[in-house]
């Protein structure tokens, strides 16, 4: 029996690394749904290589655009993003892939997991804006979330090795970024193509500029607490700038298990897409006999302060962490289109945290209207 996916964002990084696994194995997956926001032409090309059943494009402008592309398929086209919540949800689909960006992947998620689906998590945006209500979901309609997340996969392959023992700590990795050696004054000056270029991982914009200001740990560390119900306080970043340990689980006899690969995303993609089995993913395998030193450093959050607005909305729990989430959104946007400087973005973070109408317990009402009205707020400070 062929397991039949479902990519949220098949035109991006980890839509299109998840295709090339799938591609490898057309005997194991069948690619049932596709979506994306706007790249029609790339929509076009995967539906006929896949012979996708189901093709959505998130912009109602582009629907007769891509339904005249592929009207000589058997592909059917839809548009908007309650199609793709509906497609995600359906009989037919077993593994949905979320590998759309931001605060947008947080309604198709949780549609899914509603409908009690093996989730392949890759945005972690949408932990990061509501993770109670996403892991209450999941919980309540026995849904599954596995994730893609390189970090997370590891974490989630060493726990295999816990066999019920706590957990006593989690060592996050970090890459450091294209800055990880840059004074802070240096930095203050860095550019979008300086942001852009990352050492070791090929991956989109908006995680490539999170990865820069080291925001993306900051989530990670989030979406951790939230997949493993771990404490934040004993999920430990260090800075790792090979990225070959993908990240370690300690144990109270002070044991750490750690995991290993060469930094491509296909590995994780393909560990959630076969689990429990493992399958080959044309990646290229570790040689230990030219790997040379591995090193390790804390992180510094007086060059990286977005790290440390990241713990201080989890510490502070509620809508913290969502309205955190809508101003990085809003100032990396800005970043990428050179309106602010690289320290502005911590800077209108740090000011959503400070003007935070805070809740408590929201709902996902709450979520909503907190993501609307902190990426308003962040949004004007940018235009003054
Ligand atoms: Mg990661």
Redesign the pocket.
Known sequence: MKRKIAILGSTGSIGTQTLDVVRQHRDLFEVELISANNNIALLEEQAREFDVNNVVVCNPDRYAELSSALSDTDSKVFAGIDSLCELAAADEVQIVVGAMVGFSGLRPTLAALQAGKIVALAN?ETLVAAGAIVTRTMRENEGVILPV????SAIFQCLLAARGNAVEKIHLTASGGPFRTWTREQIATATKDQALKHPN?SMGAK?TIDSSTMM?KGF?VIEARWLFDIPAERINVVVHPESVIHSMVEFEDGAVIAQLASPDMREPIGFALSFPARISVGNRKLDFGTLGNLSFSNADIWRFPCLALAYEAIRRGGNAPCALNAANEVAVDAFLHDRIGFYDIARICEDALAGLNFAENPSLDDIFATNAEVAAKASESIRR
């Open positions: 972690k997340d390189s970090e997370h991982w995680v993306n990670e």
